[in-house]
Every structure is written in structure tokens, then in C-alpha cells.
């Protein structure tokens, strides 16, 4: 373990006492008129035990033109009471000595289009915004926290007026490089004036935008360095969230590499004085080399802390193998910030649950539990059954734990979700609360004899698989068992959801000629998905052209390829091979056998009612098995 990850470091006036740090994420928690209730107290109360050395609550409004809440569930900078509820944030934090920040949102219209205010802001506008900004400083300071975040990065405010490109006036705040950054300038110089150096002030910064006329890198490092004597760290994130096209670099999706932004802090940490911190695509595995390489000061992340807020403290031990991974769905900020939902994970159910569920204690009453297939609803079922303090018995007939979930894993481009998937299996099979039987079927007799106080069905689901004149042979694969070897170079894949279409991707990855066939419209493809990876995923399937063609029946497959029907009539496309991606359903034959036998009996995950994603089978088996 590197001593340099564990160090501490000064930023402004505050100590940190690690290099790693928690950047902004509004998680959707805050009541509905703007103040911190239990919801998000709780929440953020099982982040900062984890060892997080420094935490930034995210989009924090602060514009004064704003109507103050009831809105957003997000805090609100200029209301005395509201601030109340959000010193016991501060609290919270300063109790596991951990540093606490608010990012500023201050523009008028606060998810706003930047790009277009830049050049219709009035002076008034102007004054205003940078009043809200200074104002909501001084009010960070007076409830004791520790920094302010600025947001300069994702084309916020600070970058669309510097942007030549998109800054059109003809005023002081236009023209010239001095006058472009002045709206930045003239709000840290006012934050300074009035807060000294009792705020560490970060700031946020695209190290690149990415579409045409963006800021570059050699750009940004200016800028930075016009500002940097009123910074204490800079934040290096890249894009512009008001181009959808550039959400997968923000959200960096599985399709992606890791540590993207890595590179470009290493070029501002050369070239600055102050201390770099990079976000983007990191987590506990890289950071220490991220640290050790001297490439920044600190390495920021969100989602990993999302899905283990203790990844820091299990990597500080030295127990890193007990580190949930995150998978890069994006399900996170897909619900909360696309859809204004209550923060959820993929892999951890407690997320935006905490004071719902609270602690996982042992319960008094502990009963026998029997548990009937390993797929990922029931090993979330059997873990948290085991921490309550139930004996557990995991009952899989096939030799290997994971369930459908071993094919989610078969991509190329999933080693994420590979890493959840064996850190499920070892933490079940580590656990001496629980029993796994292998190569065994739950039948209705074992059920009898086994006896058990609770029964749980997790037998997941079957393949939809049609008849065509070609089945039986190997033109027509179910996608679980079609392999890049089984295949020939021309593949057709019937079905575009988000499983049919990633299939489609590795394909094309490895060379072949690939088209989708689907009956829904283009737009409406890659169900399942978070919309982040959806653009992801439809860009990449772009990029290695692979053609879609929806709004079309699969009709049949003979030997010579694929028959469809559409609104132009019938035609066949010829292909080696067709892969059938056509959806699940739930396995109700095992369900229907064995859900009369045990008084108290659940059914859980894909053979439910609800199910198709990870998500939706870890949720609930937690659920299940913590109510038992
Ligand atoms: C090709 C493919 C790709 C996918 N990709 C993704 C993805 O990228 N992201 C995502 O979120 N989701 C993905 N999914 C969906 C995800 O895998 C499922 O939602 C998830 O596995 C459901 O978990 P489960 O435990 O309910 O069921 P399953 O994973 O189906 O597990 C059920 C288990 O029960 C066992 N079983 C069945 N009957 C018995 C019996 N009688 N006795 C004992 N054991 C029995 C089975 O052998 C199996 O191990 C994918 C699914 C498929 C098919
Ligand atoms: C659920 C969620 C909410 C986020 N909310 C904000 C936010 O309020 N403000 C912000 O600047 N960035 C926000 N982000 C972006 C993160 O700060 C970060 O840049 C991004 O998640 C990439 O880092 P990661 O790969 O470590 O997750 C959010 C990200 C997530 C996942
Ligand atoms: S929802 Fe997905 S991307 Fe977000 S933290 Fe959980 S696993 Fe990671």
C-alpha cells in the first residue's frame, strides 16, 4: 500500500487527511423545499465512516433569481433555515474528520443552456448571478464548511463565456481573453475580498471540450493559470453536458476506457502551482497509481464511492478484495438527475435507502432460510440474509454461481461487470452463514425435507426463442451461448435491447459485418439502459458500422438468411449467422412447483414480476432477505 495515498495534504487552509476525494453528485435525497432531512443525513452519514478524505455536495443553487424551493430536491444557499439543516451535514463530516464542500450552481436558470446566456446576460444578470455565487460563499463559511466548489467545468457559466467560439459580446465581458474570463475573475476577487482564506476555494475545469470549437487543453491551462491565485485546487473533469454526445466522457461509461482525464491533469499539475485533483473514470485500484505517478494531488471519484462508501477504509486495510465494484451502468445519474428520482445503484442496494433501512444489525429471532438459485438476486438475498444473522441454504443446480448474469459478464468491453460478478461469488462462498449446495436442483422434495422457516425462489428466467425454418441448426444462436468463435463474419442480431445491441458492438469489435433487426423505432432501441450508456453504446455501434434496421418483423430464418417484413413489403437479408436477442421470461414452471410449500415464501429477481437488469435482482434480494 502506497504511503502517498494515505497522506495528507494541505489544500488552502484545510488538512485532508487522504488524497482521495468524494466530487460532487446531487443524489435527489434533500427534501422538497431544499432542506437536508434524514433522507440525505443518513445517506451522507454512511459516506463519510467510509474514509473518504474530502466530500462536495453537488449543485448546490445559489442563484438569487431562482424561486427558493419547493423545487428540485437540492439545497438551497440563501435561506437561514435551510442552511441550518445543512450545518448538520458539516457536523457529520467534521465528526470522521472528513473536509465538506458545497459546489456553487449560481445561474439564473439553473439547469440551464450556458451557451445561450453568454451572449443574452444583461449587466444585471451578470451582477446577479456573480452576487448569488458571493453571497452563497460567505454563507458556506458562516455554517463552518470547509470549501466552496466553483463549477467552471462541463460548460457551465465561467466556460461558455470564455469560449471564443460561443461569446459573442461586445462588451467588457466579451472580445479579449482578459474580458472573457472576467465574469470568473470578479467573482473569486469578491469571494476573496469577503472570505479570505477561510474557504478553500476548488475549481472545476473541462481539461478538454470535446465538439468542434470547444476549448482545448492548451486553453484551459491558461485560464486556469489567469485564476490560479485565488485556487486551492483545481477539479480536472472533460466535456460539455449541453452536447448529449459528450455525457458518456462526464459519466464515463463501461464502453470507455478508465482514467480518462488522467493525462490532461498531469499537463495542468506541470503547469501549475497548486494542487491537481482528476476525476473521471477512477477508482481504489488506479489511485494509488494515479498518486504514485505524480500525475495529480488527488484523485477524485463518485460512482465507486456510490458503490462501496467504504472503499476507501477496505483499501486502507488492506482488504481491497472486498470492494464492491461499480459497473459503470450509469443507473445512478440516470435516475436522478434524468428522471428527478431518489438516487439508486446496481450493486448497492442500501444507496438512497439509509435511513429507510438504517443498520444491518443481526435480528434476535434468526431463522432458517432456503434459498433456490445463485443467480445475483439470490447471492444479494443469501449476503444479507447471512448479516442478519440467519443460517443460509444456496441451492444452484447448475456448477456455476451467477446465474444470467455470467453472460452479461461475456463482453470484451465487461470486465467491470466481471469484477462485480466474482466479488458477489467470493463474498457468498467467504460467508460461514451460508451453505452452498452446487450441482443441485431445488425440487419440491428437497424443499420438504430441508424445511426451511423462509423459502426464497431466485430461479431467474428462460430465453424467448421462436421457431424458424433454420432453428436446430447453427445459422440461428441464442445470444447466451453464440460465441465470436461459433460465428461467421456476417451476423444479423434479431433484437436491439441494450443485451442485443452490446452483442452487436463486440461483434463489430472483432471485425464481422453486423445489423440489428428490431420492430421498434431507432430511437426507442437499447431499452434497460441508462441513457448515458445508451449514447455510448449507439456511438460506438456508429463508429464500427453497424447497421440498424428497425420498424421490422423478423419472419423467419431460412438458410439463406433472415426474412423480414416492413412497411415496404418482404425482403431477405443474408447473413452466416443470426443471434437471437428477443427478450426473457420468467421462469414460472420452478416458481409455480415449489411457491405452495413454505408459509413464508418469496419470489425474487428475474422470475418475479419484476426484473431484466442487475438493479432490479440485488434490490430485491437486499429487500427480501433484510425484512426476514
Ligand atoms: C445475455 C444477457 C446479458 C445481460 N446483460 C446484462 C447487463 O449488462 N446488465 C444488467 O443489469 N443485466 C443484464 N442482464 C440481465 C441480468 O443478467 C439478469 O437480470 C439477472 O441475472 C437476474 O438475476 P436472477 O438472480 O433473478 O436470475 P438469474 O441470473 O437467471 O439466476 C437464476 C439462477 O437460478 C438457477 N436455477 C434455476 N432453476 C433452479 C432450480 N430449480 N434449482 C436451483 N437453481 C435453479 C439458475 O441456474 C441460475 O443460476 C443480461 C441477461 C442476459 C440473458
Ligand atoms: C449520481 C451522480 C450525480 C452527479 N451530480 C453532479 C453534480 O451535482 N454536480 C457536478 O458537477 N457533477 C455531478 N456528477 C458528476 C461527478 O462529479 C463526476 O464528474 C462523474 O461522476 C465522473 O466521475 P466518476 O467516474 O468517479 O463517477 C454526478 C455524477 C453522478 C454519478
Ligand atoms: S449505478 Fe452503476 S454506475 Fe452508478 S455507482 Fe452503481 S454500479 Fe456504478
Redo the contacts with the bound molecule.
Sequence with gaps: MSNTLFSPIKVGRMTVKNRIECAPYGTGLFRNDGACGNKELMHFRNLVRGGVGMVCIGTANCSLDNPPPPGPTIPYLHNQFLLNSYSNLVEIAHQYDVKIGFELFGAKELFMPAMVYVNTYTKEDIQNYQKGVVDAAVNVRDIDADYILIHGGHGMIPAAFYRESTNKRTDEYGGSFENRIRITKEILQQIREKVGDKLTIEYRISGEEMQEGGLKIEDQIKFAQAIEEYIDIFNISRGVLEYEEDWPFVFPSVYEPRKINVANAAKFKAALKKPVSVIGGNSMFVAEEIIESNSADMVAMVRPLIADPDCVEKFRLGKADEIRPCIR?NMCIHRCHTRLLDIRC?VNPLMGREEYFGRIDKRIDTKKVLI???????MEAARTASMRGHSVIL????DKL????I??TKESF?ED?KKYLEWSIRTVKKDKNIEIRMN????ADLVKKENPDVLII????V?IIPTFTASGTEKVQW??DATKESLGKNIVVAGGG??GL?AAYDYALDGKTVTVIDMIPEKELGQGASVMNKISLMQKLKTHKVKLICESKVEDVTTEGVKISNKDGESVIPCDNVVLALG?RK?TA?VDNLKDIVEKTYV????SNV???????VRAGFEIAFDI
Design positions: 451502468c446496481s433456490i438459485g445463485g443467480g445475483p438476486a439470490g441451492v444452484e443446480k447448475t451467477g446465474g444470467n448474469f453472460l452479461a465487461k461487470l443441485t436442483e431445488g425440487t431466485a430461479v431467474g428466467s430465453p445470444i447466451g441494450f443485451t452490446e426473457q421462469n420452478v425474487i429477481g428475474d422470475c426484473g431484466g437488469t442487475l438493479l432490479n435482482a
